[in-house]
């Protein structure tokens, strides 16, 4: 019997590894399909969506279609064109109360075919750090503000003190997750939808261990046991690839059962070996921090942080983290990820292995950090929105035939500009 099943597993290896999984990976079901949204618990509640939406400033007048529109590649490069729009029913976001909208992107996303690992510390803030397979963007763990010790709070767009000193940055999960609707993703004021976390429904439409309720329209992770190893998610801009939460239980043994990647960062709380900082206050950077910056992790008094408190709660920063490995843990021993959120293993698309970044939940299906990825990249992060493609390429999938969109003054047809990247209208 066992030996069966380990057949089994590498037949269905081998026959995925014909496939190219840069071009077949990408969920293109709904491609055809109009992006809708909730903007109202009342909308939800009732079922009722709608597919053009304007708040004086986000402003879709006409459908669009969901995420992915196109696919083309080169010797070297895959080019994904894009509305940036979910399959699932988006928002509605802090109850409707939330001031920004998403809107169609039409953009171009490049993303090497073949990717090189960096041979020095290229330490990287980031910001946006690749896509989805659905053709949502993905941003990193920060919501872009940080501490200012000068005046003695965070950062915001409230505040109107800048982005802060970037020395203290604020975990996007914690400080922006009351504005997340039910797949964990928003959108900023120029109305790109993008998930910090794991994209919980596109995991779903994936199946990737998610239940649907249909009746509370929410995602949960499911209570049973994983049976299969979880799908690519997404490409980083480094040309490798993110997968769900659970993977081989051996990296380099597909018939060594599946489980829960665990993540290499700890709160700073006293546990596994971290220091509290609760107790000593925010005066060091965590060492893996400090190694990226290249600088010590003692901090003059004018870069400390604000002391933990009912404000300022640890976790509220993402340098309230510490790195296993660093407090005397055993990298794939105690722990299974990285500084980078990934390690070397083989997968269903990779039977032969690649480095792979894991989205990271907790036991209770929780999104815990660095969820998608760390403060570095693995590789060369050459991947990024282009303004067109300018080599000669292959088309390897178009969108779904397109259909009517009935308005009330009269029935338009979008179609596809593969020029502009956007929609024409008859």
């Known amino acids: 019997m066992k030996i069966i099943s380990t057949v089994t597993i590498f037949c269905a290896l081998t026959a995925n590894a014909f496939a190219d999984p840069q071009i077949t990976s990408w969920f293109t079901l709904d491609s055809g399909k109009f992006a809708q949204i909730y903007r109202t618990p009342a909308e939800k509640n009732s079922g009722t969506t709608e597919t053009t939406w304007s708040n004086g400033r986000n402003n879709q007048s006409q459908p669009a279609y969901c995420g992915v529109q196109e696919i083309v590649s080169s010797t070297n490069w895959i080019y994904v064109r894009s509305t940036g729009l979910a399959s699932q029913t988006m928002g509605p976001w802090q109850n409707g109360w939330f001031p920004n909208l998403p809107t169609d992107q039409h953009f171009i996303f490049a993303i090497p075919r073949h990717p090189k690992i960096q041979t020095g510390n290229n330490f990287n803030r980031l910001g946006e750090i690749g896509m989805f397979v659905d053709g949502v963007r993905m941003f990193d763990a920060c919501d872009s503000f940080s501490y200012s010790h000068q005046n003695n709070q965070d950062a915001s767009p409230r505040t109107g003190i800048g982005q802060g000193d970037r020395i203290w940055n604020r975990d996007a999960l914690v400080n922006e997750g009351r504005t997340f609707d039910a797949a964990l993703a928003h959108q900023q004021n120029r109305g790109t939808y993008h998930y910090h976390v794991e994209p919980i429904a596109l995991r779903y439409l994936l199946g ?92 003059q008094t004018f870069e400390t942080g604000p002391n933990v408190s009912e404000n300022y709660p640890l976790g509220h920063y993402i340098e309230d983290y510490a790195f296993l490995s660093d407090r005397g843990k055993t990298f794939g021993k105690d722990f299974d990820l990285d500084e980078f959120n990934g390690r070397w293993c083989v997968t269903p698309e990779f039977p032969h292995g690649t480095f792979a970044y894991f989205t990271t939940i907790d036991a209770d299906g929780k999104p815990i950090y660095p969820y998608n990825m760390g403060r570095r990249f693995h590789g060369y992060p050459n991947g990024q929105l282009v303004r067109g493609i300018f080599e000669p390429v292959t088309t390897n999938f178009l969108a779904h035939p397109i259909a009517p969109v009935k308005t009330a003054m009269k029935t338009t047809t979008l179609t596809w500009n593969s020029g502009n990247g956007g929609y024409d209208s008859k």
């Open 208 to 299: 990737d261990h998610v239940d649907f309720d249909a009746a509370t329209k929410t995602y949960r992770e499911s209570s049973s046991a994983p049976q299969k190893h979880s799908p690519i998610l997404g490409w980083m801009q480094d040309g490798y690839p993110i997968y769900g939460p659970f993977g081989f239980s051996n990296p380099t043994n597909p018939a060594s059962g599946i489980r829960r990647m665990i993540s290499g960062f700890v709160l700073r709380d006293g546990q596994n070996g971290a220091d509290n900082l609760a107790q000593t206050g925010r005066h060091t950077l965590p060492t893996w921090e400090a190694r990226e910056q290249n600088r010590s992790a003692a901090l």
